[in-house]
């Protein structure tokens, strides 16, 4: 259900891509508990001049930010959202991007805000969404 | 004021692209109610292995999925929100796109985000939208 | 830490995709007092037929429309977003965008949604952002 929207350099290879969004995917399956088939992802690569980022904004040295805005059923605690972060920016490290170029912002909606196929409302179906305490 | 993106593969010819466009447009037309001349769309073709998607998640057969994303006004009903997946996804079928294949997202917010030129906050200025049950 | 997407035609020229993008984070600075150094933006520019607006929808003229997504934590008054929109359309005019074409939407979060690198909720150990009357 998470959808997530990776925006990168599109001077880094299809490979480098491939091997960021499967990080992603990854550490939200660790840490969230998301189910491993639950993968949704647009990847949009960027000229350099398109990507812009502060090269210090609190003390972080970025030089080619790597953005990550995940949109996802609203309920995770703070503290499933800190493991998750450092999950990302973990395995991302694995796939050659430096941790301080990893950006990450989450955007929480509610159960009946997904339909994945079908015109249907899964989400709704199911109920509930792993790791999220309340239910809309 | 829905603002609409629409992710897909940059293999469906511009003509389906537009069929697609206009058919999500006419979809919260008839679902939701908002006005025929409130449109506002952006649409985005991707390379093929930049739309990343599970093939089978929750029994959907996926091939060729298009990513819908709509920013709306919160308040609109669970049955409304059904509605309108059901009435996009057959719209889409009209253009071309397997109902497996239409994933749907919405991301809810307040009557004050919006600005939809010169500056002004017309909704605010409305004072509703359509189809709401609640003011913010 | 507000992410801005800025989806605009890409006839504009890259200097002038520079003066927008420079234009709306000063509004941010000025409006709502974010840090000068806070700036992590987006930039997608578009074939003319992939952004597609109402030219006349509330009547305003639009013709060549500028999209601003902005998501930033929740909190800010409607005074400040008003204020906003005007600062953000008034500098773009200064960039040669006519105000009749910015069109704004705001998606608001919570303060533990945000990692600007090394895999930290900044937000959350700063505990606060410029503007917000709430602590989430």
């Known amino acids: 259900m998470p959808l997530v929207h990776i925006d990168l350099s599109a001077q880094r290879s299809p490979f480098q891509r491939r091997a960021i969004a499967d990080g992603v995917h990854q550490a939200l399956v660790d840490a969230i508990g998301i189910p491993a088939d ?10 350099p001049e398109e990507l812009i980022f502060d090269p210090n904004y609190l003390g972080v040295a970025r030089r080619d ?3 990550v805005q995940i949109t996802l ?7 499933l959202k800190l493991d998750l972060y450092r999950r ?20 929480e909606n509610a159960l009946d805000n997904w339909s994945v196929g079908n015109g ?4 709704v179906e199911l109920g509930t969404v792993p790791g999220a305490r309340v239910e809309p």
């Open 38 to 47: 639950d993968r949704f992802q647009i990847v949009t690569p960027h000229d």
């Open 73 to 79: 059923v609203q309920g995770r605690s703070r503290e």
């Open 120 to 123: 249907r409302a899964q989400l």
């Open 65 to 67: 930010v790597v953005y």
């Open 88 to 107: 990302i920016t973990d395995l991302l490290a694995e796939a050659g991007v430096r941790p301080e170029d990893v950006v990450i912002t989450l955007v």
